[in-house]
């Protein structure tokens, strides 16, 4: 066996819901060569391969047979605002500290978005009007099926809401996991000048006096606004928001707004329209609900918790039963945000 390739692993520390499951076979990857290894390990005994960050995004619904590559890459380098490097394996709160702290600025809005840096392009994490791909340059890749390494643009990684190249290759190879992508490190070009986005209703209510929005007080006030509203998985199992926000036609919204005048949207893509999934969810009855141990938040309907003990088959039923409600009444299909194995 492999130097540091562990057998039969229990996953639930290393998943946000806690959920049990386990890897037939894991590895923490803290540098190049062990990207190698673990890719000649994997196809000497036929495995598939898994990507793991900190698990925020994911719900085990079954055990892994194959093997898990635990991202653990460590460094910044924060001398040059117009190309900013972090190694994936870095807790992204902690890069958004830093780059605070050395005055490089535009990622406030983003702070606190639990996992590690190497996943935030998977899904191009957004959150409080901003998107990852604003501030990407490039990332650092090997596709795991050849063993290349390459530098991928932004224009490359195929951004979009929720979504990137990297997300749908890992859609395209469903549950059984397999993955293509090993995100290696993300450059990042920020600002060494100020602009606060206060695009998001809450932030533009906290600063109704621009002059009050410096860097810290708008990161101060996104993570204030997050704990807030989101529990802490420590405290509460979850992975934030378990559906994507459905973009819709405009025609369709048209024909809802009759039935149900107070249906929120958003603008989105020409001809499209985003309507908030909490809402719709929250129509159904589902905010608050308890199946067993598998449940809604109460203060978010969009975020199922785990109370303690649920199996990922607990709470993945009770996704595809509010999903079949919102379907069945408003005949929108919500898609997971979180990554199901
Ligand atoms: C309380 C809470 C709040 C959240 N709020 C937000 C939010 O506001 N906005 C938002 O966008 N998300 C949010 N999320 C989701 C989550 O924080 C992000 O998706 C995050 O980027 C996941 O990081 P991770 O390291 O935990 O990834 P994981 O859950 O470990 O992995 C997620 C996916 O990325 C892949 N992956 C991970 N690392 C790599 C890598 N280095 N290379 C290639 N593939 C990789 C995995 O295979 C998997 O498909 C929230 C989650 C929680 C629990």
């Known amino acids: 066996m492999s130097a540091g390739i562990q057998q039969d692993i229990d996953l639930s520390p290393y998943n946000s819901f806690g959920v049990s499951a386990r890897a037939a076979w894991f590895m923490a990857l803290e540098e190049r060569e062990d990207v190698e290894l673990a890719r000649e390990f994997a196809a000497r005994h036929g495995l598939p391969m898994l990507v793991l960050g900190e698990g925020s995004n994911i719900l085990f619904v079954k055990d892994f047979p194959g093997l898990v590559l635990q991202v653990a890459n460590r460094g910044m380098a924060l001398e ?3 190309a900013v490097t972090v190694q994936a394996g870095e807790n992204w709160h902690d890069f958004v ?16 978005i639990p996992g590690k840096a190497g996943a935030a392009p ?20 090997c596709d ?12 490359q990684c195929e951004f979009a809401y929720r979504s990137s190249l990297f997300k749908r ?17 993300l450059t990042l070009s920020l600002s060494r000048q100020f602009t606060p986005n206060l695009s998001y209703g809450a932030l533009a209510e906290v600063f109704s006096d621009k ?19 989101l529990p802490d998985p ?43 999934a909490a809402w719709l969810l929250e129509q159904a009855g589902w905010k608050g609900k308890r199946r067993g141990q598998a449940g809604v938040h109460d203060k978010h309907a969009l975020v199922l918790v785990n109370h303690g003990g649920a199996s990922g088959e607990d709470i993945y039923l009770l996704a595809q039963d509010m999903s079949n409600s919102v379907l069945q009444r408003f005949g929108i299909a919500l898609q997971p945000e979180v990554r199901i194995l």
Not at 122 to 141: D, H, K, P, R, W
């Open 169 to 185: 290759a890992g859609l395209s190879a469903g549950r059984s996991g397999e993955a293509q992508w090993l995100i290696f490190s």
């Open 211 to 229: 002059a009050e929005a410096t860097p810290q007080a708008v990161f101060d006030a996104v993570c204030a606004i997050r704990r807030s509203k």
């Open 144 to 155: 795991l099926r050849t063993g290349q390494w390459q530098s991928l643009s932004r224009e």
């Open 122 to 141: 998977v899904q191009n994490i957004g959150a409080y009007g901003a998107e990852l791909e604003q501030f990407l340059l490039s990332v650092e890749v």
């Open 97 to 112: 500290t830093q780059c605070l702290k050395s005055g490089l600025y535009g990622l406030e809005n983003l702070a606190l």
């Open 80 to 82: 040059d605002a117009e």
């Open 234 to 276: 420590a405290e509460l199992g979850n992975a934030g928001s378990f559906f994507k926000n459905p973009l819709i036609s405009a025609e369709r919204y048209h024909e809802l707004q009759q039935q149900y005048p107070g249906i929120p949207a958003f603008a989105a893509e020409p001809g499209l329209v985003k309507v908030p």
